[in-house]
């Protein structure tokens, strides 16, 4: 009798889908559409992220395709309406910039000025200090807080025409702008320089002058290296540089077929690989530099050549951008006039009146009008007028 009715027990549950292995594995006893509908459904909970993540990229695909479809009908149809949006600085926030720029350079220059008072290094403390009139001090200190004015106007100036020069291929607009806030570096260094020394110039070598010099080589060469347009890769001699690259640049060259071969590179070396590898050392070759000068030599001489080699470097790749010989002021004011008023200055160290003045003149009759004239000569460039301009489609590069 018992085993009758385990028997007719069983083949009920067995009518449900259910038996005595799935009672001690599910601990509960599903019809097996239950069971069936169970087990799709772990399974398509196991799938969902998989898919989630392939919707995602098949989304991002299809956008790609869409914005590549977009930029060839931009450059076939110049002229039509059917251009990606343009960015558009506004003066405001030029102004807000400039404003929280120069702000925080005289706040910070305020605060090391107080803290001079009772730094152990200070000739204030000291009590070493070689006076100039306060008038002079005045000039000097407003002459090295403009550049917190001038940089963030030539960042400007870059960042406007940052759709032209992509349109030349410059290699980065990103990383011109963060060379130049490097300048700002090093000039704040600078100034905490000239605040120990109570801002009479004195040839010295310490870690804020050791600052100034980093971070002015390093901004600089970041500058150059930001600036080289890609259009392409010629190998070049050195001594042909300047002159065959305006006329390939004015030359159209006709595309290679099958039937006619590719041109093989000419002799020698890439004369804009070669720049990039130095421009790319500079931040380690200053350091080397500067602690020879300060441990042996006791002259900077090594690296105002190294910063004239940058400046050279930097000029060419603005020649290149520009195509005009007003580029040669850059380096002039920037490199010349600022080393002979250096070496005034040098010389007539010990003079009250001429070294503030001399001073002076280095920093805004050379590095800063220097500047100054190559951002104007950036922004009011035709070449930089219009980003689907043809007559910087064809710019070479090395």
């Known amino acids: 009798m018992f085993l009758a009715q385990n028997a007719s027990k069983s083949s009920v549950l067995a009518s449900v889908g259910c038996n005595s292995s799935s009672r001690h594995r599910w601990g509960s006893c599903l019809p097996r559409a239950a069971q069936r509908s169970q087990s799709a459904g772990l399974q398509r909970s196991s799938k969902e992220p998989f898919e989630a993540v392939k919707r995602h990229f098949e989304a991002l695909k299809a956008r790609a395709v869409n914005t590549d479809a977009l930029d060839t009908s931009t450059n076939s149809n110049s002229n039509s309406n059917s251009k990606l949006p343009q960015h558009q600085p506004t003066w405001d926030g030029f102004k807000k910039a400039l404003g929280i720029s120069a702000g925080t350079a005289v706040g910070a220059a305020a605060v090391a000025m107080y803290i001079n008072r009772f730094s152990s290094t200070s000739c204030i403390v000291t009590g070493d200090c070689s006076q100039i009139s306060d008038v002079m001090k005045a000039l000097l200190i407003g002459t090295h807080l403009f550049t917190f004015l ?15 020069l992509h349109a030349d291929r410059a290699r980065s607009p990103f990383v ?25 110039y004195k040839e010295e070598y310490n870690i804020l002058n050791m600052g ?28 042909t540089a300047f002159l065959e690259a305006p006329k390939a640049a004015a030359t159209p060259q006709p595309p290679a077929t099958s039937s006619t071969p590719a041109a093989a590179p000419a002799a020698g070396f890439n004369l804009g690989n070669a720049a990039d590898t130095f421009l790319l050392a500079v ?45 040669l002021l850059f380096p002039f004011f920037s490199v010349g006039v600022n080393l002979f008023f250096i070496s005034l200055l040098d010389k007539h160290q010990h003079d009250a009146f001429l070294n503030p003045l001399f001073h002076m003149l280095h920093d805004a009759a050379g590095t800063e009008l220097g500047i100054f004239i190559i951002a104007v000569l950036t922004y009011t460039s035709p070449l930089l007028a219009d980003a689907a301009a043809p007559q910087t489609s064809n710019i070479k590069t090395q």
């Open 176 to 200: 011109v702008l963060l060379g130049l806030s490097l300048i700002m570096v090093a000039i704040m260094s600078e100034i905490g320089w000239h605040i120990e020394q109570d801002w009479y």
């Open 212 to 239: 100034f010099y980093f971070f002015l080589c390093s901004g600089l060469s970041a500058w150059a290296f930001g600036l080289r347009l890609n259009a392409g890769s010629d190998a070049v001699t050195p001594s």
């Open 283 to 327: 931040p380690a070759l200053t350091v080397a530099l500067y602690g020879l000068a300060a441990a042996q030599i006791h002259t900077k001489v090594p690296i105002y050549i190294e910063m004239s080699a940058i400046f050279v470097a930097l000029t060419y790749r603005f020649w290149q951008l520009l195509r005009t010989p007003k580029v």
């Open 150 to 164: 001038l940089v963030p106007g030539t960042m400007y100036v870059f960042y406007d025409k940052v759709e032209q």
